[in-house]
């Protein structure tokens, strides 16, 4: 019998308020059922009288800094994978406090049934909020941009082409009907732009201060600093995968299988980890096998995917090239070394 299945388990149900807990003991019977304040102090009021449970909490907002206080604590932390929930999320009768029970009786059978996850660190999270809060600046200003743009061309006018850093200047080019409409939009977008500016410099400063190995990442050309950042601090310890290889499953690149007997269709991929990182390297993806992209042998094994044809070729390409592509971010990461864009023939 494992260590795991003689001690107490906890199931926790995270609401934003409260949370509810179904505590199982040895043997598995139920012993309390109760429900305590989502906040470090009922955390710490409840869990702090005792030290070596298994606690298994579904990811999702406070899963983060409540496994980092738990373990703390001196517990055993269990982040459940909510795409392996289905049944919970699924289930007929679903509430809090048998979606609690559920957690701690999967816990307590095998743990690997919740396909645990691991937290990134508070300076990781930390670093990382910076991308966040730049990705959504940068859209906002998109969303702006576009609306000016469409309210221009309804009134039969249209802008020049400029560069979302500069589009603020194209003011002075709008029809005087929609002055009072549109100029209040513009003094948005220029102070977007300015803020997007601060946070640029604070993306390049953590590049070259704080993870400087992200210098390796970006001799890939079309790889910039946001990319390279992204990358490392999602991945956060090179280390955790065996290979290269099982970097672009981990980041949903890979297809998935609904293999059965001699059936194994061709599926989609399964667009599971980061959704950020996935579409960066994406964009880096289209950047290298585009007009622009110079010559390497990932835009090589691109064209070769595009020059095959099919249904969805140049797509096929970009997913098959993104993937390669973090495969080689992650080697490059490894060694240090310089990265060859062509290889020497042999």
Known sequence: MDEGSMRVTVGMDVGDKYSELCVLDASGEVVEQTRIRTSPQGMRRYFGRERGWRVALEAGTHSAWQSR?????????????????????QGDDKNDRTDAELLARLAKVDVQLLSPLVHRGADTQAALSVLRSRMQLVRARTALINHVRGSVKAMGHRLKGS????????GAELPEALHAALLPVMECIEQLSGRIAVLDAEVNRLCKHDYPQTGALMQVPGVGPVTALTFVLTLEDPQRFARSRQVGAYLGLCPRRRQSSEHDPQLRISKAGDRELRRLLVACAHYIIGPFGPDSELRRHGLKLCARGGRNAKKRA???????????LHQLWLSGEAYERVRPAA
């Open 163 to 170: 560069s979302a850093e500069t589009f603020h200047r194209r």
């Open 69 to 89: 206080l738990l373990r703390e604590l001196g517990h055993e932390v269990i982040v459940a994978n909510p795409r392996r929930l289905k049944l919970i999320s």
């Open 318 to 328: 970009v997913v098959a090239v993104a993937r390669k592509l973090a495969v080689v």
